[in-house]
């Protein structure tokens, strides 16, 4: 892999990360000195909001297997069988 790819390839893994990370400062700081945070509240929307990144994330997935598939099938044009070189 090149050097140029792998800066995309930690780009990609560490982007949800910090997204995470960075909503959950959101609750923190907005929140008033007077008023309480209900963390069953909290729990589940954090949850809800790693269900959605989830589902995103396998939508993407799914798409690149299907295109994958649909690029390399037997009965493509461009994938034809080619003669060995040197033989």
């Not at 939508?59 to 690029?71: D, E, H, P, S």
């Not at 099938?73 to 040197?86: C, D, F, Q, T, V």
């Amino acid at each position: 892999m090149s050097p140029k790819s792998n800066i995309w390839l930690l780009l990609l893994l560490f982007s949800p990360l910090v997204v995470i990370v960075l909503s959950s400062f959101d609750t923190v700081f907005a929140q008033e000195s007077e008023e309480y945070v209900i963390r069953r509240v909290e729990i589940w929307a954090l949850f809800y909001r790693l269900m959605v990144a989830a589902f995103v994330v396998g939508a993407v997935v799914q798409g690149a297997i299907v295109y994958v598939c649909w690029r390399f099938r037997e009965s493509h044009k461009k994938n034809k069988a080619r003669e060995i070189e040197g033989v």
